[in-house]
Structure formats: structure tokens, C-alpha cells
């Protein structure tokens, strides 16, 4: 297991994990975690220079559902070797850069961990040899830029510039999961050396009508899984995350935008290249974007005034030459861009840390020290290697020189040339922008298809001769020139005055305009607004009154089951029945309160004995309005209740079963009972658990319980009470009426569906704590609905004194421990449900409570002790073993899903 492969994709997290525990001690901490990023780059290019043919490491098993096996690996072949060197290499300068740069801030371990961390998961993202395991890397990486780009986490600017980063990126992950989802669909597996076997036997060619066009099912897979690219490497439309990234440290701007995060789409493309190449329409989308983005980066770089800003424009730009290349079926081509750039991008992005570091934190180019090259010579000639290997696309170049050379500005008496820890990485990295070209083309042969062993397709194509190859750098040392002559005033000789006055003025105002205005507001701030109004109209509907939630249940009810099923005497039923027990437990509850009084009402309701300890719990312990949280608890839950007892009368008496057991009295259903009565049993045992999970719009009890309730008896609500609402739907909707069950497969899922949404767009609107995780809890479990209902078995398997987010902002620098408990527990709750919903409001939970500066006179807050941290760690590892680990449980739950589905098996539902 501890093989040469192993070692070199762990190693970052295992140093990372040592260093951050050994924090006390600054310099061994930075020592264990560079050195751990050392021997992985050394272990790197050991395997890339020794690597005869692919073959892959195994691991572990991962996990198993129907027979879909997925199992930890390490694929090792000449695509993942040669991002193994440059994301380590580039890494590596980056850790040793960065125990200079962030020499004098207090959280500068913490800062070299997020590094490693997220140097491994994007190591586990290249060496993957299936969908399932990259997906991890490519979520795990997500989450590293989360946290490093929000590393100043008391500056506002960057927990927004964190959030927005993190919640795009989730837009694209919900198309690439999709995209896997289509991948599997057309070839039953998602392991790349299956699909890829299949298709060279000349399979994945099927189709499916889309608006009447029959169209290759393929082409809408590799589309789906380039718009998850676009996300993750910054292309036109999901891009407007990348430049407010800069608010994080300039080392971390430098591993994400040369090296990691940005790359790991074009990764993505090459590696599916056996699949793009089954669809043309793929490929010219790809190639669109990559042409649009390569543009309109290139304008809005011009107007640009940060230093920072200018190169993360580049990169987009860059990266759009990449798709271009895959595009074009030059997939080889767009890896060999990506090996090079990495190198000289990560060279401009730390010479411009020390640029900024040298001009007291200025990163504006207008109003750094003048004439600063004569201070800082080094940097000046470094980021001149820098510049000149960036040539190739016009005008970057010319706009790193400003940064220099700007006599109208006054000098900064503190400038400085970095320390030797600073600059000897960029020396490295300037070696690397200038030879790795020609060794990479002429020694190894990476332009070539000998070199890459079938790892990805490459094509035949004619040499193009000398003069075209150096066309490009032609017109970067004439764009340099032009804009030089234009900088220095001599616009006679460079272009008239009219035309420099229009290409400047114009272009800043296409760029300054357009982009904000029609890329920023219609793509990501149309989403926003959207998603904010709807949330903001949707929570005005919990009033707070029991007839009023029981009038809107009501109503849902009523208006599904007519608008699904149509008029008859049977939805009548369904519909009056309901409406008078709600009108009735409306009434009684005030009545209750009104004349017999709590302690009257909690005995009357004692007889539910269940129900009974959550109760008192809510009504004697709670806070708030805690006597009517409990009595709406209590009648939703109760009434939910009595219907169940009717329920399994009802089927015992009509299912004449040989014993009590759940089997025998499925078989008596099916075989005594009519369908109709079947469906009848159907839809009064759904309700009762509907209000038990509960989903929309049997919900409207649970959130005042959560609030109302103290935080063990919230727990327990969590945990367990709403738990049992999914066991009695597997084991009396599912197990014993399976024909009902596929007949209403449909409409559970849309309900759920419905009900997911409704209730993320209500938590992103709430500003008390509680009441976000309730509205999730919600939201969850409509999740959970959705799956039971897929009917198949991969769908089965307070210390602050104030719940008020606003008065509990900055734990982080209060509560650490705690802190790190929620930010784990909201990332494992962003997985699911609906991704970017659910994404949006857990971040604005740790943006609200967490990060930040704490608000004036907030007092000062007791963190969590010891004992009560080991408990939630306990939780935490459990949490992290089920995800990464889930093997042991889904076999023991492999048997009794089995048994559950066998009737389901004889069935053919018209659903599916």
C-alpha cells in the first residue's frame, strides 16, 4: 500500500496534518510541510522520468452499488505524470515562497497547510483512474480555494470574494455531476478504462430526441462536462469569480491560477479525449468558449489598474488558448501550453508579491514607487522573463512594464528587494519559463504521439514551417513596442493620435462597461438577485400561525393531487378528511392554551407517549415562544401519528397476512387486496410520513421545534425523529405496497424536488442560525425522499447567548475550536442537497458567524472545553470515514436493500 505512488500523493496531506498539529513551533512546522511538498516533487518526476507504460496502483475498495464498483487508485500513465511534476514543482517554489511572504502573519502555518492540502487533493484529482474519485479532487480543490482565498477572513472583501468563488464554482460541479451522470447512462461505468474499451468496440453511439432532433447522447455528456470546466477553469460566463480571488495571499493566487485549480478543466478534457472525440458539437462549443474568452479576457486586461488583477485576466486568457487546442482535437497541444504556462504564470504572479510586498502593499500600477526598477533590479529582470514568456498574447507585456517604469508618481522610501527565500523560487521558476519549452518539444518529444503512449488522442498534423511558429512571439514583441511608444508619448511614430485616443478610450469603455453591466449583472448577478428575491418573498410566508400553515399544507395537497391524478371522489376524500383535522387542531390549540392551560394541554397530549419527551422538552426547556412550538409539534406530529394507527388497522384487518411480519403482509396486500385499495393505503401512509420527515408543505413544525427547542433536543429532532419518517416510508409505502409505490414514484420525486428548493431558497433567507439548519434539514431529507423513490438500490443505499447570525460574527478569532466544527459540518452539508443551493446559504452561514470582525461590545465568548470538542471530532471522523470509506456500510446494508427491492424487481413501472 505505502508504494513509491502512495507516498507521492499523500505526502502533501500528511504533511500538512503533522505541521499544523506541531504549530507552537513556526519553523519546524514550515520545515515538515516543505519538506513533505519536497519529497513528493522529487517522488514526481522519479516516476515521470522512469515511467515505461500506464498501469495503475490499487489502493482500496471505495464502494459498491448494484454492479458499479468503485475502489481508491492511483493511475499512473504520461498525462498524469507530467501533472504530477508541474503541480508539485510549482507547489514546492510556492511553500518555500510563502515562509518569506508570510513571515509576519500570525496564521502562516495555517496558510502553508491549506497549500499542502490542496496540493494533494489536486494530486488525487490527476493520478484518478474513474469519474467518482476525480470528482473528489475536483470538490476538494474547491474547497482549498474557499479557504485560501478567504484566508484574511476578518476583511469582508475577501469571505464575499471566498463565497462567490466557491458558490460559481458550484454551478459548474452541478453540470460535471450531471455529465457523469450522462457518462454512466451511455456506458454503464465510470471507470476510464472501461468506457474507453467500449468505445474503441465501437459503442457510445446512441441517441435520445431533444425538441424533436435526434442527438447522440455522448454530445450532451462532453457538453455538460465542459460547462463543469468552465467553472473550475475560469471560461466566459462562470469566469467572474477568478479576479476577486485575489483577495487572498499572492502565493495562494499563484498556485491557484498557474498551477492547480484553473488546469484541472483542461486536465479533464485530455483525459475524455477518446470521449470528445465520439462528438463533434462537443468540440466546436469548446472551441467557441475558448475563442470568446481569449478575447474579451484580453480587453478587459487593459483597463485593468491592479497588478494582480491584470494577471489573473491573463490567465483566463491563457486558458482559453488551452480550449482552443482541445477545440481543435489538439489535446496534446493544450497539455504542453499547460506544463509551460504553469511555470511562467506562477514566475509573474510571486514577482508580483514581491512588487507588492517591496511598494508597502500597493498593488495598484498608477500609484507604486517611482521608477522602482532601479530599487528592486532582481524582481525586475525576473518579471521580464516572466513577461516576455507570456509574449504570445498581446498587450500583457506591455502593461508589466508600467508597474516599473512610472515617473509621476512619488517614491516610497521603504522599497526594498525581497529576501533570498523570496527570490531564489523565482529563479528556479525563470529557469523553468525559459527552457521548459525546448526540452518539453525537443528532448522529450511532448508535441508528438510516441511520447504520450495512448494516453490521450493525438492527431497527425503538418509542420506549418518557421515563419508561423514565430508569428506569435512577432506580434507580442510589436504589441510591447506599439504600447511602449504609446507609454513614452511618441505617438507619431507608433499611431496617430486619433487612433491611439480611440483604441484607449474605446476599449476602456467597451471593457469597463460591457463587462460589468452585461456579463456581471445578467450572468452572476442576475443568478444572485434571483436567488435572493425569491427568498426573500418565499420566508413571507411563515407567519407564524398554525391555521396558517395548516391552510397553505392544505393547499399543496390539494392542488398536487388534483393537477397530478385529476377530480374524483377519491382526491375529494383526501382533500376534506385533512381539512377538517387541520381546522380542528388549529382551533384546539388555542382553545388549549385558552382554558385548560399548558400543564393541562401536556397531559391530554401525554397520552401519545412517543411523542411526550420531546414535548416537555420543547415546552419546559426551550426558549422563545416554547408552549406553541411544542403544541405545533405535538398536533402535526400527533395527528401524523393517529393516521398511522388507522393506517396499519386498516392494512390488518383487509391483508388476511399468515404472521405480522412486513413480507407476509405485502404478500397478503398484493394477493387479498384490490390495487385501488392499495393506492388508498398508499397515499394515507404517505401522508403521516410525509409530516414525519417531513417534506413540503407538511414542514411548516419543524423549524419553530428546531428554534424553540434547546440544542439537545434540536439534535435529537435531527437525528433522530425526522429519521424515522424515511424508515416508514422504505418499510410500509415501499416493502408493502411496492405496485402503489412505482405508481407514485413520479410525483414523490417531483414533490421532493419541489420541496428541495423551496426549502434551500427559505434557509439562504434566514438570519438565525437555527433556523438555517432546520430549513436544510428540510431540505436533506426531501433529498433522501427523492432517492428511496428512484426505487433502485444506488437511491436507497448555544454559548453566544444568541442565535442571531449578525451578533455572533468573528468566532473564528473567539471560538477557534468551534469555528473549525461548523465550517467542517457546513462543508459536508454543502455536498448535498441541490449543490449550489445548499453551497449559498451553509457559506453564508460561516461568512455570517464565523469570518469577519467581531461586532463592537459583543463580549467575550467561551469557547468549547476539550471534552465537549472530542465529541464533535468524534462526529467529524465518522463523517469523513462514511465519505471516504462507506465500503463496510453499504455492504452491511447491501443484503436488506436487496430483500426490500425484489417485488419492486417484478414490476415494470411505467416510470421507468
Known amino acids: 500500500m505505502f508504494s513509491v505512488e502512495f507516498l507521492c500523493v499523500t505526502l502533501p496531506l500528511i504533511g500538512?496534518?503533522?505541521?499544523q498539529a506541531m504549530g507552537r513551533s513556526r519553523l519546524l512546522s514550515a520545515g515538515i510541510i516543505s519538506s513533505c511538498v519536497f519529497c513528493s516533487a522529487v517522488l514526481s518526476w522519479y516516476l515521470f522520468l522512469t515511467l515505461q507504460q500506464r498501469y495503475s496502483v490499487g489502493v482500496m475498495p471505495w464502494f459498491q452499488i448494484g454492479d458499479m464498483a468503485i475502489a481508491w487508485s492511483i493511475c499512473i500513465d504520461k498525462l498524469s505524470a507530467i501533472m504530477l511534476v508541474v503541480v508539485t514543482t510549482v507547489s514546492l517554489m510556492v511553500h518555500l515562497y510563502s515562509i518569506g511572504y508570510m513571515s509576519g502573519d500570525s496564521g502562516g502555518i495555517r496558510f502553508l497547510a491549506y497549500l499542502s492540502v490542496f496540493t494533494f487533493f489536486m494530486m488525487v484529482l490527476v493520478t484518478s483512474g474513474n469519474?467518482?474519485?476525480?470528482?473528489?479532487?475536483?470538490?476538494?480543490?474547491?474547497?482549498?480555494?474557499?479557504?485560501?482565498?478567504?484566508?484574511?477572513?476578518?476583511?469582508?472583501?475577501?469571505?464575499?470574494?471566498?463565497?462567490?468563488?466557491?458558490?460559481?464554482?458550484r454551478v459548474g460541479d452541478l453540470f460535471f455531476l450531471c455529465g457523469m451522470l450522462a457518462i454512466f447512462y451511455v456506458f454503464r461505468s465510470l471507470s476510464f478504462d472501461e468506457i474507453f474499451e467500449q468505445i474503441s468496440n465501437g459503442e457510445g453511439f446512441g441517441t435520445v430526441s431533444v425538441l424533436g432532433y435526434q442527438t447522440q447522447i455522448v454530445s450532451i455528456a462532453c457538453i455538460l462536462l465542459f460547462l463543469g470546466c468552465m467553472g473550475k477553469s475560469a471560461q466566459l460566463g462562470l469566469h467572474t469569480w477568478l479576479p476577486d480571488a485575489m483577495e487572498g495571499p499572492t502565493p495562494a493566487s499563484a498556485l491557484i491560477h498557474a498551477a492547480t485549480m484553473v488546469t484541472a478543466g483542461v486536465f479533464l478534457i485530455a483525459r475524455c479525449s477518446p470521449i470528445f472525440e465520439l462528438s463533434q458539437a462537443a468540440l466546436d462549443v469548446v472551441l467557441v468558449i475558448g475563442l470568446a474568452t481569449c478575447l474579451v479576457a484580453a480587453l478587459v486586461a487593459i483597463v485593468q489598474e491592479d497588478i494582480k488583477k491584470i494577471i489573473a485576466y491573463s490567465?483566463?486568457?491563457?486558458?482559453?488558448?488551452?480550449?482552443?487546442?482541445?477545440?481543435?482535437?489538439?489535446?496534446?497541444?493544450?497539455?504542453?501550453?499547460?506544463?509551460?504556462?504553469?511555470?511562467?504564470?506562477?514566475?509573474?504572479?510571486?514577482?508580483?508579491?514581491?512588487?507588492?510586498?517591496s511598494n508597502a502593499g500597493e498593488q495598484r500600477i498608477t500609484h507604486m514607487s517611482k521608477n522602482c526598477w532601479r530599487d528592486i533590479p532582481l524582481t525586475y529582470a525576473l518579471m521580464w522573463i516572466g513577461s516576455l514568456s507570456l509574449m504570445g498574447v498581446f498587450p500583457f507585456a506591455g502593461l508589466m512594464l508600467k508597474v516599473f517604469h512610472n515617473p509621476s508618481t512619488k517614491r516610497i522610501s521603504s522599497i526594498h528587494e525581497s529576501s533570498g527565500i523570496m527570490l531564489f523560487p523565482l529563479l528556479v521558476l525563470a529557469v523553468g519559463a525559459v527552457v521548459s519549452g525546448m526540452l518539453l518539444k525537443s528532448f522529450w518529444g511532448i508535441t508528438g504521439s510516441e511520447f504520450w503512449g495512448g494516453s490521450l488522442k493525438v492527431h497527425a498534423h503538418e509542420d506549418i514551417g518557421l515563419l508561423l511558429s514565430l508569428l506569435p512571439a512577432i506580434l507580442g514583441v510589436a504589441g510591447a513596442l506599439l504600447y511602449l511608444a504609446y507609454h513614452n508619448r511618441l505617438r507619431v511614430i507608433a499611431f496617430?493620435?486619433?487612433?491611439?485616443?480611440?483604441?484607449?478610450?474605446?476599449?476602456?469603455?467597451?471593457?469597463?462597461?460591457?463587462?460589468?453591466?452585461?456579463?456581471?449583472?445578467?450572468l452572476l448577478?442576475?443568478?444572485?438577485?434571483?436567488?435572493?428575491?425569491?427568498?426573500?418573498?418565499?420566508?413571507?410566508?411563515?407567519?407564524?400561525?398554525?391555521?396558517?400553515?395548516?391552510?397553505?399544507?392544505?393547499?399543496?395537497?390539494?392542488?398536487?393531487?388534483?393537477?397530478?391524478?385529476?377530480?374524483?371522489?377519491?382526491?375529494?376524500?383526501?382533500?376534506l378528511i385533512p381539512a377538517l383535522g387541520s381546522c380542528l387542531a388549529a382551533f384546539s390549540r388555542g382553545a388549549m392554551s385558552r382554558?385548560?392551560?399548558?400543564?393541562?394541554?401536556?397531559?391530554?397530549?401525554?397520552?401519545?407517549?412517543?411523542?411526550?419527551?420531546?414535548?416537555?422538552?420543547?415546552?419546559?426547556?426551550?426558549?422563545?415562544?416554547?408552549?406553541?412550538?411544542?403544541?405545533?409539534?405535538?398536533?402535526?406530529?400527533?395527528?401524523?401519528?393517529?393516521?398511522?394507527?388507522?393506517?396499519?388497522?386498516?392494512?390488518d384487518a383487509v391483508a388476511n397476512a399468515t404472521s405480522s411480519s412486513f413480507d407476509d403482509t405485502a404478500v397478503g396486500l398484493a394477493t387479498n387486496v384490490h390495487f385501488h385499495w392499495q393506492v388508498y393505503f398508499w397515499i394515507l401512509c404517505f401522508i403521516v410520513f410525509a409530516v414525519k420527515l417531513p417534506v413540503v408543505p407538511c414542514h411548516t413544525w419543524l423549524p419553530s421545534a428546531h428554534v424553540q427547542a434547546p440544542t439537545a433536543g434540536s439534535v435529537l429532532l435531527a437525528g433522530l425523529l425526522i429519521k424515522l419518517g424515511g424508515y416508514g416510508l422504505l418499510r410500509f409505502c415501499i416493502q408493502m405496497l411496492p405496485t402503489a409505490s412505482a405508481h407514485f414514484a413520479k410525483f414523490v420525486i417531483c414533490l421532493s424536488a419541489v420541496s428541495l428548493i423551496y426549502a434551500s431558497l427559505t434557509a439562504f433567507a434566514q438570519r438565525n442560525m437555527k433556523m438555517l439548519v432546520a430549513y436544510s434539514s428540510v431540505a436533506?431529507?426531501?433529498?433522501?425522499?427523492?432517492?428511496?423513490?428512484?426505487?433502485?438500490?444506488?437511491?436507497?443505499?448555544?454559548?453566544?447567548?444568541?442565535?442571531?447570525?449578525?451578533?455572533?460574527?468573528?468566532?473564528?478569532?473567539?471560538?477557534?475550536?468551534?469555528?473549525?466544527?461548523?465550517?467542517?459540518?457546513?462543508?459536508?452539508?454543502?455536498?448535498?442537497?441541490?449543490?449550489?443551493?445548499?453551497?449559498?446559504?451553509?457559506?453564508?452561514?460561516?461568512?455570517?458567524?464565523?469570518?469577519?470582525?467581531?461586532?463592537?461590545?459583543?463580549?467575550?465568548?467561551?469557547?468549547?472545553?476539550?471534552?465537549?470538542?472530542?465529541?464533535?471530532?468524534?462526529?467529524?471522523?465518522?463523517?469523513?470515514?462514511?465519505?471516504?470509506?462507506?465500503?463496510?456500510?453499504?455492504?452491511?446494508?447491501?443484503?436488506?436493500?436487496?430483500?426490500?427491492?425484489?417485488?419492486?424487481?417484478?414490476l415494470q413501472p411505467s416510470w421507468g
Not at 808 to 821: D, E, I, N, T, V
Open 16 to 19: 500538512a496534518i503533522i505541521g
Open 496 to 522: 496617430p493620435d486619433k487612433l491611439a485616443r480611440l483604441v484607449h478610450t474605446n476599449s476602456h469603455d467597451l471593457s469597463g462597461r460591457c463587462r460589468p453591466k452585461v456579463i456581471d449583472y445578467f
Open 131 to 169: 469519474f467518482v474519485q476525480l470528482f473528489f479532487g475536483w470538490e476538494g480543490v474547491g474547497l482549498c480555494s474557499y479557504l485560501l482565498i478567504g484566508f484574511w477572513f476578518k476583511k469582508d472583501a475577501a469571505n464575499r470574494s471566498a463565497m462567490k468563488a466557491f458558490v460559481v464554482n
Open 315 to 357: 490567465t483566463c486568457s491563457q486558458l482559453g488558448y488551452m480550449f482552443v487546442a482541445c477545440g481543435t482535437a489538439n489535446y496534446h497541444l493544450a497539455i504542453f501550453h499547460l506544463a509551460t504556462h504553469a511555470l511562467f504564470k506562477s514566475l509573474l504572479f510571486l514577482a508580483a508579491g514581491n512588487v507588492i510586498h
Open 595 to 651: 382554558a385548560v392551560g399548558p400543564a393541562r394541554g401536556c397531559h391530554a397530549g401525554s397520552v401519545l407517549s412517543s411523542l411526550v419527551p420531546m414535548f416537555f422538552m420543547i415546552g419546559f426547556w426551550g426558549h422563545g415562544d416554547k408552549v406553541g412550538a411544542a403544541f405545533k409539534f405535538l398536533i402535526y406530529t400527533a395527528t401524523a401519528s393517529v393516521g398511522f394507527l388507522a393506517a396499519v388497522a386498516c392494512i
Open 780 to 906: 436533506h431529507m426531501s433529498f433522501v425522499a427523492a432517492g428511496m423513490f428512484s426505487l433502485n438500490e444506488a437511491g436507497m443505499l448555544g454559548r453566544t447567548g444568541t442565535m442571531e447570525m449578525s451578533e455572533c460574527s468573528g468566532l473564528a478569532s473567539k471560538m477557534p475550536r468551534l469555528s473549525a466544527m461548523i465550517v467542517f459540518f457546513s462543508m459536508a452539508s454543502a455536498g448535498i442537497p441541490g449543490m449550489v443551493l445548499s453551497a449559498a446559504y451553509m457559506l453564508r452561514l460561516c461568512k455570517e458567524v464565523v469570518w469577519g470582525s467581531a461586532p463592537a461590545g459583543s463580549g467575550k465568548f467561551d469557547d468549547i472545553n476539550i471534552g465537549e470538542f472530542a465529541i464533535l471530532a468524534a462526529l467529524a471522523i465518522l463523517v469523513l470515514v462514511l465519505g471516504v470509506f462507506p465500503a463496510p456500510l453499504l455492504t452491511m446494508l447491501k443484503p436488506a436493500v436487496e430483500h426490500l427491492l425484489v417485488p419492486l424487481h417484478k
Open 525 to 575: 448577478g442576475g443568478i444572485t438577485e434571483a436567488v435572493s428575491t425569491c427568498a426573500r418573498y418565499s420566508v413571507k410566508v411563515q407567519s407564524g400561525r398554525a391555521f396558517d400553515y395548516a391552510l397553505v399544507m392544505l393547499s399543496g395537497v390539494a392542488t398536487t393531487l388534483l393537477v397530478v391524478y385529476g377530480f374524483d371522489t377519491v382526491i375529494l376524500l383526501m382533500i
